[in-house]
């Protein structure tokens, strides 16, 4: 038998308190990590997955007596519910065709071609991409509306007005969206193709439509990922749902989704049956996306490609192509904005009987007004936190997914953020509703609904994905090394990251953190699901002003809401210039 000492005994004990030390610190400096991934879990992976879950197992979740049941797909399957499912179907195949038709036609003309003004008709689609769609929807809806602006002036709009207030106008809103998609998508693909296989085609006796064959087949991936994109924005679009297809008592699915949230009892089975098919449209276009390249390769562009060159456009082509342009920027852009400010001017719109005079007493109004000022003040502080947050937080997902050796941890974390691109805003902020009202997460002392809290994470979880995704090629090109070389000359790891890599990705942040502040100061779906009592935000604040007939109200806040968003915008940019070292400012912003 072997006698074990004191001093055997004395060096286990420190090794154990050793270890222990070692196991503290460890969790410590793995701490950042754990809450990052405990936000994500908590706003990205538990509301939409338990959100599903109910629409087969009401039970499970308290929502209803079966363990396991199809009835809410069986009543999606339908009804009006069927009918808003088939008709966001049409829908977003129609504006899928159309917007990636016109984003092709609009690349090949700025990418290709001579035509004057370029840079100006490429601006106009960035312009197009910010615009929220219910503004676009509301402004078309105040200048053909019974009693609206052309009635004020006395020009004929029946027939428009028909065709706005039914399905066509419905795809042309959707359309003119997907189009900004489309060309960004196309414009890429074309820039990167070479001249050769037109040449290739024009020598071996080929016309011109046989060269726009090869260059259409050749930009077969683009146009199919244009018209994903378009066909899944188009489905999950809640703007237009809201507010010209309701009009028109026109039902698509996202509206079916709401009703069926904002009904008494709310019928939560119902919508996350809705969900699921909303979320399959997304996977038929991705799917469909994928079987038309299978077993084809694309591989262009090389070592020897040549930039094409430019087409010259004659006099008589050059009108009719900036036509043609300038009156796809005024459906989708000019006569929106046309609507909107002129319907903020007059005075009584909405009713034929009064004077309707010129005058800036909407915006007196909703300048002097609490209950028209507070929702813009509201929205644009939160705003203000949501972009910050998500500035912070997509800097770090977009780190780890950059990060080299291909992590388990951002392989999923990958496969997560594109999963969250592709959901619509409406189950984002449905399963916010349905999760965080759970009687067992109260029990846990969480009381998040209703409250200002949870409508912020509500933002945070649609902002981040995309957000993320935008930086994740900057910070992919930041090599560790500068770090590393931060902390051998002494600097800790947070001060060896301000002083190294903050200048490099200053003002790629600073881009993420304005698109992020435009996109929540102006959001329509999760504002209106997760809103806390008494402070509406104010895409909620103007939706309801028009619709308890406040025309000018509801349009002086839409035109102070986007004055504010490019104020804020600009003086952004401006501080930027004026007070980053210019270091920074040379960094990632060319030749500017």
């Not at 300038?326 to 989708?332: E, N, P, R």
């Not at 999923?412 to 349905?434: K, Q, R, S, W």
């Not at 800790?492 to 002083?499: E, Q, T």
Request: charged share 10%; aromatic share 8%.
């Amino acid at each position: 038998m072997v006698a074990v000492t004191p001093q055997v005994h004395a060096g286990a004990g420190a090794q154990a308190r050793l270890g222990a030390v070692r196991l503290a610190l460890s969790r410590v400096r793995n701490g950042p990590w754990l809450i990052f991934w405990i936000v994500l879990v908590a706003i990205l992976v538990l509301p939409i997955l338990l959100f599903l879950v109910v629409a087969v197992s009401p039970r499970l979740l308290g929502q209803g007596e079966s363990w396991f049941t199809l009835d809410g797909f069986r009543q999606v399957l339908t009804g009006a519910l069927a009918r808003g499912a088939v008709d966001s179907l049409a829908v977003g195949t129609t504006a899928g065709v159309l917007a990636t038709a016109l984003g092709a036609a609009v690349a090949w003309v700025v990418v290709r071609t001579d035509v004057v003004g370029r840079r100006w008709w490429a601006g106009s689609m960035f312009a197009l991409l910010l615009a929220p769609s219910y503004l676009v929807a509301l402004g078309w809806e105040r200048l053909l509306e019974p009693a609206g602006i052309l009635d004020l002036l006395g020009v004929p709009d029946a027939g428009a007005r028909t065709l706005l207030y039914g399905p066509v106008g419905v795809v042309v809103v959707l359309t003119m969206k997907g189009v900004p998609f489309a060309y960004l998508a196309l414009s890429g693909a074309l820039r990167g193709l070479g001249e050769e296989f037109e040449v290739a085609a024009r020598v071996h006796g080929g016309g011109r439509l046989a060269a726009a064959r090869i260059v259409a087949a050749l930009v077969a991936p683009a146009c199919w990922s244009a018209f994903a994109i378009v066909f899944a924005e188009s489905v999950s679009d809640f703007g237009v749902a809201a507010t010209l297809a309701n009009d028109a008592h026109f039902p698509v699915a996202t509206y079916t989704l709401y009703q069926a949230i904002d009904s008494f009892p709310v019928q939560f089975p119902q919508a996350a049956a809705v969900g699921w098919v909303l979320l399959a449209m997304a996977g038929l276009a991705l799917a469909a996306q994928t079987r038309a390249l299978r077993g084809r390769s694309y591989r262009v562009l090389g070592g020897r490609s040549r930039p094409a060159r430019r087409h010259h456009l004659t006099g008589r082509l050059q009108v009719v192509v900036v036509t043609g342009l300038a009156l796809l920027v005024a459906v989708g852009l000019g006569v929106p904005t046309v609507g909107a400010v002129a319907a903020s001017l007059v005075n009584g719109l909405g009713s034929l009987v009064g004077d309707h005079q010129l005058t800036l007493a909407n915006y007196s109004r909703v300048l002097q007004s609490p209950a028209l000022r507070s929702p813009l003040l509201y929205s644009a502080g939160l705003a203000t936190i949501t972009a910050t947050v998500t500035a912070v937080l997509g800097v770090v997902a977009a780190r780890m997914l950059s990060t080299r050796g291909g992590r388990i941890s951002g392989k999923v974390l990958d496969l997560l953020l594109l999963t969250a691109v592709a959901l619509p805003g409406i189950v984002f902020a449905a399963g916010y509703i349905f999760t965080y009202n759970l009687p067992v997460v109260n029990r846990l002392g969480i009381h998040l609904y209703g409250t200002t809290g949870l409508l912020v994470l509500g933002y945070l979880a649609t902002a981040l994905p995309s957000t993320s995704r935008v930086l994740l090629g900057n910070v992919g090109q930041v090599q560790e090394s500068l770090r590393e070389a931060g902390r051998v000359h002494g600097s800790g790891a947070v001060a060896s990251w301000l002083r190294t890599v903050l200048p490099l990705l200053a003002r790629p942040i600073l881009a993420a953190w304005v698109l992020t502040f435009a996109g929540t100061l102006l959001e329509l779906p999760v504002s209106q699901l997760l809103y806390p009592p008494g402070h509406a935000p104010v895409s909620v604040g103007i939706t309801k002003a028009l619709a308890n007939y406040d025309f000018g109200g509801g349009t002086a806040m839409e035109v102070i809401a986007i004055l504010v968003a490019l104020s804020v915008v600009g003086l952004v940019w401006a501080l930027f210039r004026l007070l980053a070292p210019s270091g920074w400012q040379r960094v990632g912003g060319g030749t500017s």
